[in-house]
T-cell receptor
Framework: KQEVTQIPAALSVPEGENLVLNCSFT??????LQWFRQDPGKGLTSLLL?????REQTSGRLNASLDKSSGRSTLYIAASQPGDSATYLC???????????FGKGTRLSVIA | KAGVTQTPRYLIKTRGQQVTLSCSPI?????VSWYQQTPGQGLQFLFE???????NKGNFPGRFSGRQFSNSRSEMNVSTLELGDSALYLC?????????????????FGPGTRLTVL
């Protein structure tokens, strides 16, 4: 059974710092992996989707990498801003039409 | 293009009552998935509908049910509400069918319905 872990559960950094959020999964046989952002009490916003054949995806200041063999993905945020404060969730899709399996998220606070 | 919409946004019910939540997917999306989010359990998958058929189902009791209409809109119903059903219920849509579009199963979420059971 696929399990997704995100460590740490919470992270606080000063504005301008580059940071890395971690996601690990137990079964390397995945179809794709999706990173989301969630603001308090709101829905999820899709940030990046990496297919199993890809090693990384980039969008603006965000870069997500995928290493299936080690069961890890990282989300790199460059030059963090207070507006980046949110909970970041990683979700793995085991097969093409199977449900996403979510981690519990990392709550990020960027301090001005 | 309009995003995923969910109604109502907030609901307060009492134990034993039933509730129906609605989700309208992004235009052209045929798959709708439902999730329950609580502080303790995180995001848990309830079920997915594609072309009016339930394609996947999570580990929730039979009190939780859903359906999808021909226009891809979906509803979920919770009967005999319990205090533990208090949660944020999220709906997500995707194209749902692999027509050689690489990200056909990329999910886009609605704002959620906050259900409080007293």
């Amino acid at each position: 059974k696929q399990e997704v872990t995100q460590i740490p559960a919470a992270l606080s950094v000063p504005e301008g710092e580059n940071l890395v959020l971690n996601c690990s999964f137990t079964d390397s046989a995945i179809y794709n992996l999706q990173w989301f952002r969630q603001d308090p009490g709101k829905g999820l916003t899709s940030l990046l989707l990496i297919q199993s054949s890809q090693r990384e995806q980039t969008s603006g200041r965000l870069n997500a990498s995928l290493d299936k063999s080690s069961g890890r993905s990282t989300l790199y945020i460059a030059a963090s801003q207070p507006g980046d404060s949110a909970t970041y969730l990683c979700a793995v899709r085991p097969g093409g039409n199977t449900p996403l399996v979510f981690g519990k998220g990392t709550r990020l606070s960027v301090i001005a | 293009k309009a995003g995923v919409t969910q109604t109502p946004r907030y609901l307060i019910k009492t134990r034993g009552q039933q509730v129906t939540l609605s989700c309208s997917p992004i235009s052209g999306h045929r798959s709708v998935s439902w999730y329950q989010q609580t502080p303790g359990q995180g995001l848990q998958f309830l079920f997915e509908y594609f072309s009016e058929t339930q394609r996947n189902k999570g580990n929730f009791p039979g009190r939780f049910s859903g359906r999808q209409f021909s226009n891809s809109r979906s509803e979920m119903n919770v009967s005999t509400l319990e205090l533990g059903d208090s949660a944020l219920y999220l709906c997500a849509s995707s194209l749902g069918l692999n027509t050689h579009q690489k990200n056909y199963n990329e999910q886009f979420f609605g704002p959620g319905t906050r259900l409080t059971v007293l």
